[in-house]
């Protein structure tokens, strides 16, 4: 296992648990972006592993923004660009992941840390979590994803409102507009997020996998094509012998045994 400094990796079942800790509020940073990056790597490779849940070091704080000295040290916008677009192609490896990847988000999430959960597939929050775009008040805007996965999951309007205003909303409110899938008490939250986790664990790899990439290539095409891309992952799942398992525990009215093939 490699040594990393800011993420730590664990497993629970065939659930792998990435952990960014980086005191005292998870401050998104090159450094913290490599080790996530290769935490990530590490989990898509083991074969044992189904589902990833991404969640903050603490109970206070997911990650609540990008390292501002960082930020200062950008001389150019070359140099910012080239600093964007390390973290874009990170978080679109964690979008595009065909493993679902859960953000349990245990405590404040700004800034790079609301944008790096919007790249996972699942949200799970703290209720009483904090959420938002400050950026507008450093005179910048969101430059790791926000401007466009956050108009995508709230609507432009909404977007625009968080952004233009820098304000913070709580994690029930953000699932009321559907920037999280689910508000829970603090204590909660890892809870849920890895019984989520392990449910989907349970069902079987082909027809996981075929899910999350008909949903995600689906997005990035029109309707008849994205109809088409789903039709071919539903028909490759035919000759599989956890779809023959499936339907016979089905008609058998007993729980499947799924073996991942």
């Known amino acids: ?9 664990t497993k629970e079942d065939r659930v792998a648990i990435l952990t960014i800790d980086n005191p005292p509020v998870n401050m998104i940073s090159v450094s913290v ?15 044992d592993v189904k589902v990833i849940v991404v969640t903050g070091g603490g109970q206070m704080v997911f990650v609540a923004g990008a390292d501002i000295n960082t930020i ?4 150019t916008p070359a140099e910012a660009k080239e600093v964007l677009m390390q973290v874009h192609e990170l978080f679109q490896r964690i979008e595009n992941s065909s ?11 700004l800034g790079a840390g609301n944008e790096m959960a919007m790249a996972c597939h699942i949200r799970i929050a703290n209720n009483r979590a904090m959420f938002g775009q400050p950026e507008i008040g450093l005179g910048i805007i969101p430059g790791f994803g926000g401007t466009q996965r956050l108009s995508r999951l709230v609507g432009k309007a909404k977007a625009l409102e968080l952004i233009l205003t820098g304000d913070r909303i709580t994690g029930a409110e953000a699932a009321s507009i559907g920037l999280v899938n689910k508000a ?12 989520l986790a392990k449910k989907i664990a349970s069902f079987g790899r082909p027809s996981i996998t075929a899910a999350v990439e008909a949903v995600n290539v689906g997005l ?3 309707l008849p094509e994205a109809l088409e891309i789903e039709a071919d ?15 016979s525990a089905f008609l058998e009215k007993r729980q499947p045994n799924f073996q991942d093939k």
Not at 33 to 47: H, I, P, Q, S, Y
Not at 184 to 195: C, D, F, R, S
Request: aromatic fraction near 4%; proline fraction near 3%.
């Open 1 to 9: 296992m490699t040594e990393r400094q800011y993420v730590k990796l």
């Open 33 to 47: 972006v490599n080790d996530l990056r290769n935490a990530l790597e590490e989990a898509w490779g083991d074969d």
């Open 72 to 75: 200062m040290q950008l001389n």
């Open 99 to 109: 493993k679902p990847i859960i953000a349990a988000i245990n405590g404040h999430c």
């Open 184 to 195: 829970v008490p603090g204590t909660e939250v890892m809870k849920t997020a890895l019984g």
């Open 220 to 222: 990035t095409v029109n």
């Open 233 to 247: 992952k539903f028909s490759s799942l035919v000759e599989t012998e956890d779809m023959r398992e499936g339907l």
